[in-house]
């Protein structure tokens, strides 16, 4: 990238940034910081949407989203097995079956 801005003589045009929290990120913005002389954290807009899909994954899923989806998709036979399993996540979880059942 460093190299690309170079080529096209664009530094003077760099602006905000949008990126996900991924750790590479975070990475190439402190080097592109330190390469054109710009303080990279304030620069760095986390992508509103994948700040959103981690909340909404946590609230439905819990702390390890893996092993629920897991749980729901592998399995299961019926849609009482799964309808359980969904019930056990409290208040959402009866949200998630009213929709599905009830809705």
């Not at 991924?22 to 990475?27: V, Y």
């Amino acid at each position: 990238i460093i190299e690309i801005i170079r080529e096209y003589e664009i530094s003077d045009k760099l602006g905000y940034f949008t990126l996900d929290n991924a750790g590479n990120n975070k990475t190439s913005m402190g080097e592109l910081g330190l390469e054109f002389g710009f303080d990279w954290e304030k620069r760095w807009v986390r992508c509103v949407g994948h700040v959103v899909n981690i909340v909404v994954k946590q609230m439905l899923y819990g702390k390890n989203p893996d092993a629920f989806e897991k749980e729901v998709f592998e399995g299961l036979h019926t849609a009482a097995k799964e309808h359980e399993v969904w019930r056990r996540r409290g208040s959402v979880g009866k949200w998630h079956n009213f929709a599905v059942v009830g809705g």
